[in-house]
């Protein structure tokens, strides 16, 4: 069937086209008899607003674009559920897409979302973005842009994050403070901004306390899959090369559980042996045994924030009053658990 439209209803009712928009619209120049009569038609026959039309004249699409490295990891699913939470109530789209990590498909999307005249833009950037034009061709489009997680600092936009080197300096100071003295470091990818600067609150951690940086013993992620396979893979290298490390903090709470899989396999007691803080606090790291001491990282939280940001800035561009960018750093904690010595 086709859709009904305005002037149907009109017809039916012996009105005008005018006046069956400004009823249902509940306009004060319109009886409440009328109104009744319109509503009552409109349904009967089911009638749907033209949101394209809707959006033409004012000029919003009501959507926005969302852009994620990886929709199965549990961080990004809770960052996902929070900005549709959010998004809901504001009578906003997600368009969800996935960039699997690759910087020339995040290139295509972007182009993609920019081509559906979406509102404004969300983004956690793939582990394998370096250059970062095709963030600013949304800013010169005067497209609000919000990226969250995983970041580039020299482009002129709001962010929502973590301190990433506090959360990973309060984790390896946790090893420290439990007696660890050789401590390694599992890490993600060279590039993105978070796994740089975990890396960097390690390593401050450890010369704080007058413990010796060995480079040997941080373990890049070279392939930028933070997976549960990576985890297991690096606990056994490391258990070859570095027999007497006691401790390990380790970038993401999967690959953590794959290099407590590996350790268990080995005969490697946890939290005897070595002990373990992950990041994210995986709904996992709460079921597995021993259980796993991470850093919670709140993602349905950071979701909300980033929408709410977006939103304001697409009601501020709208009324022509763009705000300057804004960062907001969400807290983060230690959450103790069997993975390390009491």
Same mark, same amino acid.
């Given at each position: 069937m086709?859709?009904?439209t305005?002037?149907?209803?009109a017809?039916?009712?012996n009105i005008?086209?005018?006046t069956?928009s400004?009823?249902l619209k509940d306009?004060?120049?319109?009886s409440k008899?009328?109104?009744g009569l319109?509503?009552e038609?409109?349904?009967?026959?089911?009638?749907k607003?033209?949101?394209?039309?809707?959006?033409?004249?004012?000029?919003?699409s009501?959507?926005?674009g969302?852009?994620?490295p990886v929709?199965?990891h549990h961080f990004?699913?809770?960052?996902?559920?929070? *900005?549709i939470?959010?998004a809901e109530k504001k009578? %906003? &789209?997600?368009?969800?897409?996935?960039?699997n990590?690759? %910087?020339?498909?995040e290139?295509?999307?972007?182009?993609l979302?920019l081509?559906?005249r979406?509102?404004?833009?969300l983004?956690?950037l793939?582990?394998?973005?370096?250059?970062?034009?095709?963030?600013n061709?949304i800013i010169?489009?005067?497209?609000?842009l919000?990226?969250?997680?995983k970041?580039?600092k020299?482009?002129? +936009?709001?962010k929502?994050?973590?301190?990433?080197?506090?959360a990973?300096y309060?984790?390896t100071?946790h &090893?420290?403070d439990?007696g +660890?003295k050789r401590?390694?470091?599992f890490?993600?990818?060279l590039?993105?901004q978070n796994?740089?600067d975990?890396?960097l609150?390690?390593?401050k951690?450890?010369?704080?306390?007058?413990?010796p %940086?060995?480079?040997?013993l941080? %373990? *890049? +992620?070279?392939c930028?899959?933070m997976?549960?396979e990576?985890?297991?893979?690096?606990?056994k290298q490391?258990?070859?090369?570095?027999?007497?490390v006691d401790g390990?903090?380790i970038?993401?709470? &999967?690959v953590?559980?794959?290099?407590?899989?590996?350790?268990?396999?080995q005969?490697?007691?946890i939290p005897?042996?070595i002990?373990?803080?992950?990041?994210?606090?995986w709904?996992?790291?709460?079921?597995i045994s021993?259980?796993l001491?991470?850093i919670?990282q709140p993602?349905?939280?950071?979701?909300k924030?980033?929408f709410k940001?977006?939103?304001?800035e697409?009601k501020? *561009?709208k009324n022509?009053k763009?705000?300057?960018?804004?960062v907001?750093t969400?807290?983060t904690?230690?959450?103790?658990r069997?993975?390390t010595?009491?």
């Amino acid at each position: 069937m086709k859709p009904v439209t305005l002037k149907e209803i009109a017809e039916q009712l012996n009105i005008s086209v005018t006046t069956v928009s400004k009823a249902l619209k509940d306009y004060p120049d319109v009886s409440k008899k009328t109104k009744g009569l319109v509503k009552e038609l409109a349904k009967t026959l089911n009638y749907k607003p033209n949101t394209f039309a809707v959006n033409l004249r004012t000029k919003e699409s009501k959507t926005i674009g969302l852009i994620i490295p990886v929709i199965v990891h549990h961080f990004f699913s809770n960052v996902i559920k929070g *900005i549709i939470s959010q998004a809901e109530k504001k009578g %906003y &789209l997600v368009i969800i897409l996935q960039s699997n990590e690759s %910087y020339e498909l995040e290139k295509k999307q972007i182009d993609l979302l920019l081509s559906q005249r979406v509102d404004g833009i969300l983004i956690s950037l793939a582990n394998g973005t370096a250059d970062f034009s095709h963030l600013n061709q949304i800013i010169d489009q005067e497209k609000p842009l919000v990226m969250f997680d995983k970041i580039a600092k020299i482009v002129k +936009c709001s962010k929502v994050i973590i301190d990433d080197r506090k959360a990973a300096y309060l984790a390896t100071q946790h &090893l420290i403070d439990i007696g +660890c003295k050789r401590i390694a470091h599992f890490r993600g990818a060279l590039l993105p901004q978070n796994s740089i600067d975990r890396f960097l609150g390690y390593k401050k951690a450890l010369l704080d306390n007058n413990l010796p %940086y060995d480079p040997s013993l941080v %373990y *890049i +992620c070279e392939c930028g899959d933070m997976s549960f396979e990576e985890g297991k893979k690096n606990a056994k290298q490391l258990l070859i090369e570095h027999n007497d490390v006691d401790g390990i903090f380790i970038n993401t709470d &999967l690959v953590a559980i794959g290099a407590m899989t590996e350790f268990n396999n080995q005969g490697v007691k946890i939290p005897e042996d070595i002990s373990i803080v992950g990041f994210s606090n995986w709904f996992m790291s709460s079921v597995i045994s021993p259980t796993l001491t991470t850093i919670d990282q709140p993602g349905f939280k950071m979701g909300k924030t980033a929408f709410k940001q977006l939103y304001k800035e697409i009601k501020a *561009i709208k009324n022509e009053k763009p705000k300057p960018p804004k960062v907001i750093t969400l807290d983060t904690a230690l959450i103790e658990r069997e993975s390390t010595r009491k």
